[in-house]
């Protein structure tokens, strides 16, 4: 410290405002009785593909809607939409990731009670958007078989804020030479124990593991509502 | 890259707490940036002195204090070292850390203002 100065105690978390945020939304969504799945990856390692397969084949069971964050264009939101399900672009312009403001906002008008699940498409990338809670109950990464195995060792802190690993573009495995082994064992090294599935939105291998995790992650954090969903199922 | 909105929420932090004080003068600001804050120090250090500017905080300093990972392990019952992000299990058993409890911190410590 140089003379003539003092030191003024703040201790205040940077990310504070996020936090709050994030924190308000996770009580809305808890209320509303909405899961919200977040996702994250490179570009390209397919998850708009896995999204939109994701809102197709969930819909006859239950109520869904996404958000989905691109630094420019809204063609992600078009591809979505042929899904049926609501969807709203969240163009970020120079911005890396989503924060909850954005979430929050892009929210603005929608009725949450009406829905059973929101996923969120995070903007394509590894680093920044592992900073950021979004409220989400469940955060999925994505690694596709193209990408090298040793993904996981580059970008240790967003495999480690997520919850679920899905490995994707599994119908391209051989093609690619991956090897599932060695990736599982990059992905439990920086995140030990981490559940990890392995998809093909294409082919549709491994899929049903994908949405059973859902279905029972909702009804673990969302008991009352999930059971009234099934009944309505069983009636209907 | 966003290192750059954290060096502006950084100075808009310091900035606010200035004004609630009635306004100081900032000459330095100390931040914990932890190894698993998915922050880099070099670029939040360049970012910094451009989010600094047309503020009141140009020419101030960001000092940053480097925070190691520790983990939980759960055989040991004891906290370990984190050796490497890219390793999250115990330095001395092997076994899968069940708890980050240190590392995540990004946090402002305190400013340094001119009496």
Redo the contacts between chains.
Sequence with gaps: ??P??????????????NDLVARGLRQRFQDAGVFVVSMVSSPGSGKTTLLEKTLTLLQPEYRVAALVGDLATENDAVRLARSQAPVKQITTGT???LEAAMVQNALEGWNLDELDFLFIENVGNL??P??YDLGEDMRLVLMSVTEGEDKP?KY???F??ADVAVLTKMDLAAAAEFDREAAIRSIE?????MTILSVSAKSGAGMDEYFELFRARRAASRPAVAAQTSAVRLRG | MHELSIAMNIVEMAEEESQRRGGLHITAVHLRLGLLAGVVKDALLSSYEVACEDTSLKGSQLVVEEVPGVVYCPACDARRPVRSSEWFCCSECGAIASEIVQGKELEVVSLEVEE
């Design positions: 410290m140089s003539g100065t003092r030191i003024i105690e703040v201790r205040q978390n940077v990310l504070k405002q911005l890396c990731h680093v920044c592992s900073s060792l240790p802190t967003i480690n804020s090294s920086v995140r030990p124990g």
